[in-house]
């Protein structure tokens, strides 16, 4: 493979992140960044492998320098707040969730992590708000709920 093909790199490491190698994938798009420093995908990209790896502190720092190059991407602030609540973090998680709903109102993924950290925090009026609204913007309800019991479960 040619090392300075940055496509290339950015490829194998979308198939890495999907056999679940992310240790492979981050370095995968290290080499993107690396040929191409301001290539937002590849940060997002990486900061979800690091966060697969449990490496949240890094994966954090990506998310950040992503939302630096696009501070407007909604789906960096709520892959950002799910990394801040797998961190135990949920008043962070719930502030990005709350950004990426000001940024797309009709972003469903938003409103069902939104939801899932307020059930967590006993708050379940608004818990049972944000999970309705995540429906009625297509999310699967059966996934929602399946992934309520087992955040619920693990926490």
């Known amino acids: ?3 300075g093909n940055a496509d290339a790199f950015f490829n194998l490491g979308f198939i890495h992140i999907q056999q679940s190698q992310p240790e492979l994938a981050i370095d995968d798009f290290s080499n993107v960044i ?4 301001a290539d937002v995908e590849a940060y997002i990209n990486r ?5 697969d790896n449990g ?5 954090i720092d990506d998310f950040d320098q992503a939302i630096l190059f696009n501070p407007r991407d909604s789906s960096t602030y709520v892959d950002r ?4 609540d ?3 973090q949920p ?6 969730f709350n950004q ?3 940024f797309d109102p009709r972003n469903g993924l938003a409103y069902a992590n939104r939801a899932l950290v307020l059930a967590f925090l006993k708050q379940e009026a608004e818990a049972r708000e944000d999970a309705d609204r995540s429906i009625a913007l297509g999310i699967d309800r059966e996934t929602l709920i399946t992934t309520l019991e087992l955040n619920l479960l693990h926490k």
Request: glycine share 6%.
């Open 91 to 96: 008043e962070r998680a719930i502030e990005d």
């Open 86 to 88: 797998n961190m135990a």
């Open 34 to 37: 690396t040929i191409n420093p």
């Open 1 to 3: 493979m040619d090392p």
């Open 47 to 51: 900061g979800l492998a690091y966060r």
């Open 55 to 59: 490496d949240y502190e890094l994966a």
């Open 81 to 84: 707040g799910i990394t801040y």
């Open 100 to 102: 990426a709903i000001v």
